[in-house]
């Protein structure tokens, strides 16, 4: 099966960045898109951004335009996401996700990591 092991997540000020990253390993075929959602205390989990593999199109939460980054490394399997200009109402537990086939006869299918948490101070 596939595993995501997510990094980068911290305790940052107001204004201040951070760069998460999530790489994807274990019995992989084929990856069609990786992506990052979050979930704050209380709140359902919402997408912040997702990248295609193959074309490298990316959509992203309106909360978060202009302020953050995909990026993906599809030798190493990785995404990444810069996050400028942070705030307050960002903090959360961040989730890495990615729609994968883990074998040439497979469907794809969804797999998460286990979560990184961002938290903003203001």
């Known amino acids: 099966q596939v595993q995501l092991v997510e990094s980068g997540g911290g305790l940052v000020q107001a204004g201040g960045s951070l760069r998460l990253s999530c790489a994807a390993s274990?019995?992989?075929?084929?990856?069609?898109?990786m992506g990052w959602y979050r979930q704050a205390p209380g709140k359902q989990r919402e997408l912040v951004a997702r990248?295609?593999?193959?074309?490298?199109?990316?959509n992203y939460a309106d909360s978060v335009k202009g302020r953050f980054t995909i990026s993906r490394d599809n030798a190493k399997n990785t995404v990444y996401l810069q996050m400028n200009n942070l705030k307050p109402e960002d903090t959360a537990l961040y989730y890495c996700?990615?729609?994968?086939?883990?074998?040439?006869?497979?469907?794809?299918?969804?797999?998460w990591g286990e979560g990184t948490q961002v938290t903003v101070s203001s």
């Open positions: 990248i295609i593999t193959s074309d490298g199109g990316t």
């Open positions: 996700n990615t729609n994968a086939r883990p074998r040439s006869w497979a469907g794809p299918m969804e797999y």
């Open positions: 274990g019995t992989i075929f084929s990856i069609n898109a």
